[in-house]
């Protein structure tokens, strides 16, 4: 196991995680105070109910923080992704940043199983190859590109002002422009040709986080969604950046739709998001059948399933 040198956690940052995982309220405004006195990199572990998966935890970033020192991060998808994958199944996680949710399912699927992962942002890319390598991973399959309808260059910025080597990752394909964010120019290649180069033809579970891009994401998966190939799809949309790119997420829903898949809202409410922080909360009340017209707000987070059930 190649292992990059860092420091373990210090000694307080170890007390404080376990207290504030237990705190019944305040524990995200806790793991603020904390993060401000961040020490330098250590590595850290998650949870064990989520797989004790090993990572690299620079507290400056809001999701390695969160992750840490509350134990999960978006809670609503991570119940559902712990209640959907099964020993053997597929999972592939596109927009997998340092890979919270690879690290997951690479517990939940097993050896016998399958894990890919596709990370446009190069430093993110870079951050998820050392937590899979520190784990053993070795089955592990990163595609550094951007998943888009066609091969070719997109460019890019930074999704959040202070993204940096270290942390606070993320890319977006947009023309607003976040100010002082540094610039890129990132290979894009259809999901339907990567899975076609890792030799995975059948996906249990796709998640899909990329901030604005999965109207083209999904285009260029086509020839496997219309294939039935793909069983269920967890995704994220950003309805301001796909705006931004001349799309919508009601055009996303409804384009799953016409491959056949049932759409599920997932509840993010603040009530919601406390409940499923809970190993005992069963993901299925998180679920609403998600009704054709309906209005779908400002940040949507949908389960698609070619199954009339969610699982």
């Known amino acids: 196991m190649n292992r990059p040198l860092l420091e373990a956690a210090p000694l307080w940052v170890k007390a404080a995680a376990p207290l504030i995982r237990r705190m019944p309220v305040a524990r995200y405004r806790a793991a603020q105070a904390v993060s401000r006195h961040a020490p330098a990199p250590f590595w850290a572990r998650l949870p064990a109910d989520i797989g004790g998966g090993l990572f690299r935890c620079d507290l400056r970033d809001p999701l390695m923080s969160e992750a840490y020192l509350t134990g999960r991060y978006e809670p609503q998808e991570t119940a559902l992704l712990r209640r959907i994958l099964r020993p053997g199944m597929t999972f592939v996680d596109v927009g997998a940043n340092w890979g919270y ?46 998943a888009a309808d ?81 069983t269920r799809i967890l995704l994220e949309l950003h309805e301001y950046h796909l705006r931004d790119l001349g799309r919508s997420a009601a055009e996303v829903v409804r384009s799953l739709g016409a491959h056949g898949y049932h759409a599920w809202r997932i509840d993010h409410s603040p009530a919601a998001h406390r409940r499923a922080v809970s190993a005992r909360f069963d993901p299925a009340r998180l679920l609403s059948p998600l009704g054709s017209g309906e209005a779908l707000g400002a940040w949507p987070h949908v389960l698609c399933s070619r199954e009339a059930r969610p699982w």
């Open 150 to 230: 066609r091969a070719g260059r997109l460019s890019m910025q930074d999704y959040l002002p202070g993204a940096g080597e270290l942390g606070n990752f993320g890319l977006a394909q947009a023309t607003t422009l976040t100010p002082g964010g540094r610039a890129f120019e990132i290979a894009a290649r259809p999901l339907d040709d990567v899975l076609d180069e890792a030799g995975v033809e059948q996906v249990d579970l796709l998640k899909m986080d990329i901030e604005g891009a999965e109207a083209s994401a999904l285009e260029g998966l086509a020839r496997r969604l219309g294939g039935g190939r793909v």
């Open 101 to 146: 949710f690879t690290l997951m399912a690479f517990d939940a699927v097993g050896p016998s199983g399958t894990v890919l992962s596709v990370e446009a942002d190069p430093r993110a890319a870079g951050a998820l190859r050392a937590n899979l390598d520190a784990n053993g991973f070795d089955s592990a399959r990163v595609f550094a590109v951007a």
